[in-house]
């Protein structure tokens, strides 16, 4: 599946449990033209901020509906295949890249994310690394299991 | 004392590959096959393991818990042979947070006992059978078929069909189509009665 795919169904899930739960959230069509790995700093600080959202929610004691809240999204997009190589990357490589432009209207209260937890835009870049020194990075975009297809 | 899990590499936010809705992979180290065409060899015999234990492990997936309680979907573990394992993955999935769905991709070449152990607390199960002729079987993977066909059956006996998504693969050089089908006939008598066919893909 590609990135922008991936990431256009991640967004349709975060709208959708926004929604349900009475989360304000207000988000715009991302306008990055490159590669995409299907999340971003910013995608990642909208999860963060629902997390929280739904936190305070539970807190005051107030209904939470996750569960199964989107069990009916499709995914599998036109002509999915598995696009992306497998990446190793080497012993102590920086597993940062470029972040994508995202033109969103994120609320005020949304976290900061650890660089660690920061998604590079590349397609060629883990989706996230929390590598320790002196240990094998081992978080990769894709990897592929002996024989897998998309259901 | 808590057990690790030799962890080779993880991947997020996957959508209709190896589960519904979105999940984590989890790549482990270790198999007791030596398939020709495993796709994973090269990873499986450079990669350098990093030994996690379930909390590690689970706080580096729980950032995607939103994703997976909303799709129906959770962790995959794959490998390398993830029921090598068991006993690590007992302890993750008792302490994985409810509304995740765990799913084991496995060739069923181990001893029952982990199978049992992890029957008990996995919801999915995926397994790549091979190929069910003896002969086939022990060529390609140098491993004894009747352990897999033995835990296939009890496994089907503890969980029941509906929940083991059996494969059946064209493997180049070593089995034929109509290979093949007499696998989906012999599992079929077993008692699963949709297995899925499929070709592995063979690069140089």
Known sequence: MLGKQKCRILKEIRQRIADENDIPFVTQECRHRGECSGTCPRCESELRYLEQQLDRRA????????????????????GCVQDVPVITPAPGEQLSGEVAPYETVVPSEEPELETSEVAPASDHSPAYSTASPGTNPVDVEEFELSGMVPY | MKPVYPLLALARLRMGIDGKGVTTLIAGAGCPLQCQWCINKRLLREGIPTL??????????RIDDLYFRATGGGITFGGGEPLLHADFLY???SSAPSGWTICVETSL???????QIVADIADEFIVDCKDMNPQIYRKYTGGNEKLMESNLKFLLQTVGAGHIHVRVPHIPGYNTEADQANSVKRLKSIGFQDPELFTYTVRD
């Not at chain 1, 996750?66 to 069990?71: E, G, P, S, Y």
């Not at chain 2, 996690?52 to 997936?61: G, K, M, T």
């Not at chain 2, 070449?109 to 199978?115: A, F, L, M």
Request: hydrophobic residues 50%.
């Open chain 2, 52 to 61: 996690v234990s379930p909390e590690q492990l689970l706080d580096r997936v």
């Open chain 2, 109 to 115: 070449h181990v001893p029952q006992r982990n199978v």
């Open chain 1, 59 to 78: 807190a005051l004691g107030k209904r939470i509906t996750v569960a199964a809240l989107c069990a009916g999204i499709a995914f599998t997009g036109a």
């Open chain 2, 91 to 93: 302890e993750f999935c």
